[in-house]
């Protein structure tokens, strides 16, 4: 597709549940990243995948944040045991190379942790 | 990466009055970029900006890239309703092309 397609739109979890979020990247690009941002407008990068590989996970909290990216499917983010300042709205973006000039962001999740 | 601060944080103007918002980083970046987020929207991006002194301009939408390369801005002329939103800079490291945003100056524009 020509946009970045995210779901859910809302979700809702109580602490400790799990949250899962899918992100389908543009057609055409290889680079797929995860930010979260917070309520400050805060944004944090968590992840980038190179097709299905891992490029860069140095803003991932490991021990309950996972993401994948498997060939023909959706990327997904999963969230284990959340807390509350998980709550944020979480945004996919990819972009057609590493040194490309724009990432596009998807219309973000937003993750309530009650 | 560093942090990158934007002044100011919040600016309210009247529709037709100008509006700048800067970005200030403490050390030298490589390329800058600008990006806008609509209230519940998500970020767009605007323009990119590598060269030192660098001036790019999009109608009615002015960026500069700081000849040391430690700052930018943004310069709206003659402000309209549509040009409400946050104001992010951004700028892209090394080859994992993470972007590293700014804390954002949100333009509220009123009749």
């Known amino acids: 597709g020509e946009e970045v397609a995210q779901t859910p739109k809302h979700l809702v979890r109580g602490e400790g549940q799990k949250a899962k979020l899918y992100c389908a990247p543009i057609?055409?690009?290889?680079?797929v990243f995860w930010y979260q941002q917070v309520l400050k407008n805060e944004f944090k990068f968590l992840i980038s995948f190179q097709n299905e590989n891992v490029f860069d996970e140095t803003g991932m909290p490991k021990e309950r944040f996972s993401a994948k990216c498997l060939p023909n499917s959706p990327c997904s983010l999963e969230i284990q045991a959340t807390k509350l300042e998980d709550s944020a709205v979480y945004f996919c973006?990819?972009?057609?190379?590493?040194?490309?000039?724009?990432?596009?962001f998807g219309p973000g999740t937003r993750l309530t942790v009650l | 990466g560093q942090q990158v601060m934007q002044i100011p944080q919040y600016q309210h103007v009247q529709e037709g009055e100008d509006f700048t918002t800067y970005c200030n980083s403490s050390t030298t970046l490589s390329n800058i970029q600008w990006y806008k987020q609509r209230p519940g929207g998500h970020p767009v991006f605007l323009i990119q900006l590598v060269k030192s002194g660098e001036v790019k301009k999009q109608k009615r939408l002015t960026f500069q890239f700081g000849e040391a390369k430690k700052n930018s801005s943004l310069h709206i002329t003659a402000t309209q309703t549509t040009d409400v939103g946050t104001y992010f800079c951004a700028y892209l490291t090394g080859t994992a092309s993470k972007l590293t945003f700014g804390t954002g100056t949100r333009l509220q524009v009123t009749l």
């Open positions: 057609k055409g690009h290889s680079y």
């Open positions: 973006a990819s972009s057609q190379s590493a040194t490309g000039r724009e990432q596009f």
